[in-house]
């Protein structure tokens, strides 16, 4: 048996086994299946990592335990039932300026706040789930003034739009019927 770069086993040609010749055959040969000469090829490309390697160290001994936070219900049950609350209230005040056809500023107003602190909220997570502390901290502290800077700015926006233009109800019942 010849084994070719794609580990497909194909056996040996008579004349090969009669002078005592071996040679390995290329995966792109004649008699290789077009399957396999697909995959090879998509393969053939080295991986490249996206970002480096974690380091490669255990800080303090292998059987030391994970260091806990020390507890506090802002960071926890009461974080997790704000983020619920804000959600849900978000049901309500989308659907009640259109379903009584009234548009009031403080309903508008308090629709946009509400949007802004969920919105923030959404992209911190994000900020916290997929950078973390530990390998690029520089990354992270950006990402987070980058956040305040945006949420800041979305604000002044909103704050702009609702005090010298229509409105955000208006403006999207307005884009609704066009």
């Not at 292998?62 to 936070?69: E, G, L, V």
């Given at each position: 048996?010849?084994f070719?770069?794609?580990?497909?086993?194909?056996?040996?040609?008579?004349?090969?086994?009669?002078?005592?010749?071996?040679?390995?055959?290329?995966?792109?040969?004649?008699g290789?299946?077009?399957?396999?000469?697909?995959?090879?090829?998509?393969?053939?490309?080295?991986?490249?990592?996206?970002?480096?390697?974690?380091?490669?160290?255990?800080?303090?001994?292998?059987?030391?335990?994970?260091?806990?936070?020390?507890?506090?219900?802002?960071?926890?049950?009461?974080?997790?039932?704000f983020?619920?609350?804000?959600a849900?209230?978000?049901?309500?005040?989308?659907?009640?300026?259109?379903?009584?056809?009234?548009?009031?500023?403080?309903t508008?107003?308090?629709?946009?706040?509400?949007?802004l602190?969920?919105?923030?909220?959404?992209?911190?997570?994000?900020?916290?789930d997929?950078?973390?502390?530990?390998?690029?901290?520089?990354?992270?502290?950006?990402?987070?003034?980058?956040?305040?800077?945006?949420?800041?700015?979305?604000g002044?926006?909103?704050?702009?739009?609702?005090?010298?233009?229509?409105?955000?109800?208006?403006?999207?019942?307005?884009?609704?019927?066009?």
């Amino acid at each position: 048996m010849i084994f070719t770069k794609s580990r497909v086993a194909t056996p040996k040609p008579s004349h090969l086994l009669s002078t005592g010749q071996c040679r390995v055959q290329n995966a792109y040969v004649r008699g290789a299946s077009p399957l396999v000469t697909r995959i090879e090829a998509f393969h053939a490309s080295r991986r490249q990592e996206i970002l480096p390697p974690e380091p490669q160290h255990i800080e303090g001994t292998a059987n030391d335990a994970t260091p806990i936070p020390a507890p506090s219900p802002t960071h926890g049950s009461y974080h997790w039932t704000f983020e619920r609350l804000v959600a849900v209230s978000l049901i309500p005040l989308t659907v009640a300026p259109f379903a009584a056809g009234s548009l009031n500023p403080a309903t508008d107003a308090v629709l946009c706040a509400t949007l802004l602190i969920h919105s923030h909220i959404g992209f911190e997570a994000l900020i916290v789930d997929y950078l973390p502390q530990k390998r690029v901290p520089r990354t992270r502290k950006l990402f987070h003034w980058g956040l305040r800077a945006a949420t800041l700015v979305v604000g002044v926006g909103l704050y702009e739009f609702e005090t010298n233009d229509v409105g955000l109800t208006e403006a999207i019942k307005r884009v609704w019927t066009a």
